[in-house]
């Protein structure tokens, strides 16, 4: 897998590296450049530029092997999330949002395989490859998500009965693909038309909003769900922990 490759070469520079990775896309969680890394020049006086090498990498990796990438710029360590929206822009990411949505992912940058002499709007072929991994209400689907939901509370450390409800339709209160109420302490995830391990991923993070909230954590927080806020962080960083662990025990999640 291309997180291996990536640690192998660049692993001295880097103080974490998360991607997500299965038959159709990639999912970049975090790329994060040791401090004193960040800055440094070469012997030749030019900057290393490590996130910049490994976004390179990565991105002909992805289109070498017809791969969506995904991504949610944060502010950790006090970088402006504009900018880091303008840097992956270089590399060919747009918003996931408007026109080219694409509601198999949650990310809000999204960036399609390209090719020479590929048009640019590849959407409708990367569609049909998704389709092999994309959820159903089959029995088998529906109980391999209940298994998941078990195995994170379990890491999680939840005892009680949160509600998991898996949404095949769109609803007025599913504003955005999942959500978690604070007051009924309920998860809602909506599941048609995406991957499964996207909708494993929404589950763990919104359960870890869960977590926080029994702990305690939401009780003097004025809005936990912005975004950048440390409670989103975490739940992204924790989420991204939770599906390559159950990866591990499931690969053929990846497939």
Not at 28 to 34: Q, R, T
Not at 207 to 234: C, T, Y
């Amino acid at each position: 897998m291309i997180e291996n490759q990536l640690i192998e070469k660049y692993g001295e520079y880097l103080d974490q590296l998360d991607i997500s990775e299965t038959n159709t896309s990639l999912r970049l969680s975090m790329i994060k450049v040791k401090p004193e890394y960040r800055y440094q020049k070469s012997n030749f006086g030019n900057n290393l530029k490590i996130g910049t090498k490994v976004m390179g990498d990565l991105i002909r990796y992805a289109d070498a092997n017809l791969k969506i990438i995904t991504l949610t710029p944060d502010n950790i360590d006090g970088v402006n999330v504009n900018n880091l929206v303008q840097f992956y822009k270089k590399f060919g990411f747009k918003m996931n949002k408007g026109y080219s949505k694409n509601y198999e992912y949650t990310d809000t940058m999204i960036r399609y395989p390209k090719k020479p002499g590929m048009k640019e709007n590849f959407k409708p072929i990367i569609k049909t490859l998704l389709r092999e991994a994309i959820m159903t209400k089959d029995k088998e689907d529906v109980l391999d998500v209940s298994d998941f939901v078990n195995f994170t509370k379990d890491f999680l450390g939840i005892d009680d009965n949160v509600k998991v409800e898996l949404a095949f339709e769109k609803t007025p209160d599913l504003r955005t693909t999942a959500y978690y109420n604070n007051d009924d302490r309920r998860v809602k995830v909506y599941v048609k038309d995406r991957a499964k391990i996207d909708v494993m991923r929404s589950i763990a993070h919104e359960l870890v909003h869960h977590k926080q909230n029994i702990d305690g954590r939401f009780d003097n927080a004025e809005d936990p769900g912005a975004d950048g806020s440390e409670f989103e962080n975490e739940a992204n960083a924790i989420a991204g922990l939770i599906i390559r662990k159950w990866g591990r025990i499931h690969p053929e999640i990846y497939t």
